[in-house]
């Protein structure tokens, strides 16, 4: 899990929802990702709301910080959480396993391939579903499959023949500790 800076919007509570609870990987409470945790309560929420670990209490999902994304944006109901990490560089949305294809449905779809106009300024949109990962451009969607998670991602644009074309990879373990 990564830690969020932002606070949460004056409208916004997280209710019943525990879409964190479910999909993030939790390294303090060893809970993979995908998997409901432990102590989660369907309706009541965090079972050990004191005691929970400094990645919970960190955390606050895009749609929990923004006013500008609806209801429909609530986690639970549209099947996948979102969240910032790179300074900003990069916006994961990390579905729930039990609903992989929530993200191409819309309203999210459209909304999500304008967000990923940002591509062009190095900007990098990241489908997380289990341990597969889209890369989302404006003008397609890079499926690398089932990748490591801990292996390095890069995106960009290359030029070919005078075009920008779209790129993502995953280095390998020599290139990402040269890149590092
Ligand atoms: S996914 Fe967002 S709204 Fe849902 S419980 Fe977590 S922080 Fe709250
Ligand atoms: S400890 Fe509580 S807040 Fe953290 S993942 Fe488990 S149920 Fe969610």
């Known amino acids: 899990m990564s830690e969020t800076a932002s606070v949460p919007a004056l409208s916004k509570s997280c209710g019943d929802c525990g879409m964190c609870c479910k999909v993030l990987h939790i390294s303090e409470l060893e809970k993979p990702a995908g998997q409901w945790c432990g102590v989660f309560r369907k309706g009541s929420g965090c079972g050990d709301y004191e005691a929970r670990p400094q990645a919970c209490r960190g955390f606050h999902c895009l749609w929990l910080t923004s006013e500008k994304l609806d209801d429909a944006w609530r986690p639970n109901k549209a099947g996948f959480l979102m969240y910032p990490d790179r300074d900003g560089k990069r916006l994961n949305v990390v579905v729930d396993p039990g609903k992989p294809a929530s993200w191409q449905r819309e309203p999210y779809y459209s909304r999500l391939k304008a967000m990923s106009q940002r591509a062009y300024d190095g900007y990098e949109l990241l489908i997380c579903i289990g341990d597969r990962r ?20 890069v995106s960009g644009y290359v030029d ?5 074309v779209p790129f993502a990879m995953v280095l390998s373990d020599v290139e990402a500790a040269e890149a590092s």
């Not at 889209?134 to 991602?153: A, I, Q, R, S, Y």
């Open 134 to 153: 889209v890369v989302m451009f404006p003008t397609e969607d890079v499926d690398l499959g089932v990748l490591n998670p801990d292996h390095k991602l």
């Open 160 to 164: 070919k023949d005078g075009a920008q």
